[in-house]
């Protein structure tokens, strides 16, 4: 049974940090690459940080270029989100998205954890 279970969200100050894990089960993790979205209140799912299968390659869009950091060990199947200066916008639930590479399907998608960024 594939699972994708993120931990970490809660409530931070504007300018604090937060970390967010998703763990692995069910698939080999090491072959696929690993994304983490957001969707926030009234908001469309935004792709926030990817990360290849051997974890050299990372991408972030704009929006979070510089104060976010995605990372994984492959061999505790796990994906990080580190993320820094959060802002009230940045508040969201956060999706752990495992892709296999080449293939067109959405891939496998965890339940979300939810982040507040607010005083």
């Known amino acids: 049974q594939v699972q994708l279970v993120e931990s970490g969200g809660g409530l931070v100050q504007p300018g604090g940090s937060l970390k967010l894990s998703c763990a692995a089960s069910?698939?080999?993790?090491?072959?696929?690459?690993m994304r983490w979205y957001r969707q926030g209140p009234g908001k469309e799912r935004e792709l926030v940080a990817s990360?290849?299968?051997?974890?050299?390659?990372?991408n972030y869009p704009d929006s979070v270029k510089g104060r976010f950091t995605i990372s994984r060990v492959n061999a505790q199947k796990a994906v990080y989100l580190q993320m820094t200066s959060l802002k009230p916008e940045d508040t969201a639930v956060y999706f752990c998205?495992?892709?296999?590479?080449?293939?067109?399907?959405?891939?496998?998608w965890g339940q979300g954890t939810w982040v507040n960024v607010s005083s």
């Open positions: 990360i290849d299968t051997t974890g050299y390659r990372r």
């Open positions: 998205n495992a892709r296999y590479p080449g293939h067109s399907s959405d891939g496998y």
């Open positions: 069910g698939f080999i993790f090491s072959n696929y690459n």
